[in-house]
């Protein structure tokens, strides 16, 4: 079936730090997702991109949508340490069952 | 804004017993799927429904049932219960297939 690799697994960094992280696949996606989970929480959406080549905005973190729709970038500037927590990808293809493929995740730490 | 809740946030159950997990939303949207979240594996999608009376299996649908009277409701059901499925379960909902989703914030299951 379809799948989503997501990179890095995990990450810790210093407060101040950008962070970038990445998910590829071997399929075509009409949209890309961008999710974050606390610990105890569901996934919260952060940035939606719906066209190839999308450079999209929300404050610190900017995403974007690759020309080839195969993978996704997102970006966080400044790190703080709210920033903490699973940062999920997520694709989805138009089709007559559509469905949401998430990738695996990238658990961000803040090295104290 | 209730947005999307699911109960029970917590619940232990026995092999073989039967349970059903409950979602519910209050946003009018037609698309709501179950997904199960395990340690590494990131979110992976039970079952699904398009609208009241429509559902669908996702990538992970073996020992789950689903029903769909309802816009509002789509409870989930393990029908004997198996340690394999001790998880954190998500219920999620969007306007249309391919909209973002709204996840509530998990029921965690463990089977003893």
């Known amino acids: 079936g379809q799948q989503l690799n997501q990179s890095p697994q995990s990450m810790f960094i210093q407060e101040g730090e950008d962070v970038s992280m990445n998910c590829t696949s071997s399929?075509?996606?009409?949209?890309w997702l961008w999710y974050k989970q606390d610990p105890g929480e569901g996934p919260v959406l952060l940035i939606a991109?719906?066209?190839?080549?999308e450079l999209t905005s929300n404050g610190r973190l900017t995403a974007q949508f690759g020309i080839t729709r195969k993978d996704s970038f997102l970006n966080i500037s400044a790190s703080i340490p709210s920033d903490v927590g699973i940062y999920f990808c997520?694709?989805?293809?138009?089709?007559?069952?559509?469905?949401?493929?998430f990738g695996s995740g990238t658990r961000l730490s803040i090295r104290p | 804004n209730a947005g999307v809740t699911q109960t029970p946030k917590f619940q232990v159950l026995k092999t073989g017993q039967s349970m059903t997990l409950q979602c519910a939303q209050d946003?009018?949207?037609?698309?709501m799927s179950w997904y199960r979240q395990d340690p590494g594996m990131g979110l992976r999608l039970i079952h699904y429904?398009?609208?009241?009376?429509?559902?669908d299996q996702g990538e992970v649908p073996n020992g789950y049932n689903v029903s769909r009277s309802t816009t509002e409701d789509f409870p989930l059901r393990l029908l004997s219960a198996a340690p394999s499925q001790t998880s954190v379960y998500f219920c999620?909902?969007?306007?249309?297939?391919?909209?973002?989703?709204?996840f509530g914030d998990g029921t965690r299951l463990s089977i003893l």
């Open positions: 999620a909902s969007s306007p249309a297939p391919d909209q973002p989703q709204h």
């Open positions: 399929s075509i996606f009409n949209t």
């Open positions: 991109l719906y066209k190839a080549g």
């Open positions: 997520a694709g989805l293809r138009y089709s007559s069952a559509s469905k949401i493929i």
């Open positions: 946003m009018n949207h037609e698309y």
């Open positions: 429904s398009v609208g009241a009376g429509i559902t």
